[in-house]
Nanobody, 123 residues
Framework: VQLQASGGGLVQAGGSLRLSCAAS????????TGWFRQAPGKEREFVAR????????LYADSVKGRFTISRDNAKNTVYLQMNSLKPEDTAVYYC?????????????????WGQGTLVTVSS
């Protein structure tokens, strides 16, 4: 499966953005999909994860209550709605997918990655 992330940009603190992760392939609903982010000089960190069916979602504590992950399997797309953005949310955001994910917070669990989209939150 090939993934392409989009939707990043520059936004003021308190604003919102919606990221999209478009996938190729006809079996995208078989893939759990996650969002990770990497700020300059920091390690890549887990943000959110959604099951293939969309029935189960998980979030990092730092974004819980502000970010929402969802998917539309008819469109082969996963979304990350980001509200109440903070300067510390500034990072390159990556989507990732795999058919079997046990330790969902580990980037090594995901075999397929998008190219990343930059989110910059100004104070």
């Amino acid at each position: 499966v090939q993934l392409q992330a989009s939707g990043g940009g520059l936004v003021q603190a308190g604003g919102s953005l919606r990221l999209s992760c478009a996938a190729s392939g006809r079996t995208f609903s078989s893939y759990a999909t996650g969002w990770f982010r990497q700020a300059p000089g920091k390690e890549r960190e887990f943000v959110a994860r959604i099951s293939g069916s969309g029935g189960m979602t998980l979030y990092a504590d730092s974004v819980k209550g502000r970010f929402t992950i969802s998917r539309d399997n008819a469109k082969n797309t996963v979304y990350l709605q980001m509200n109440s953005l903070k300067p510390e949310d500034t990072a390159v955001y990556y989507c990732a997918a795999d058919k079997s994910v046990s330790y969902y917070w580990r980037s090594s669990e995901y075999a397929y990655w998008g190219q990343g989209t930059l989110v910059t939150v100004s104070s």
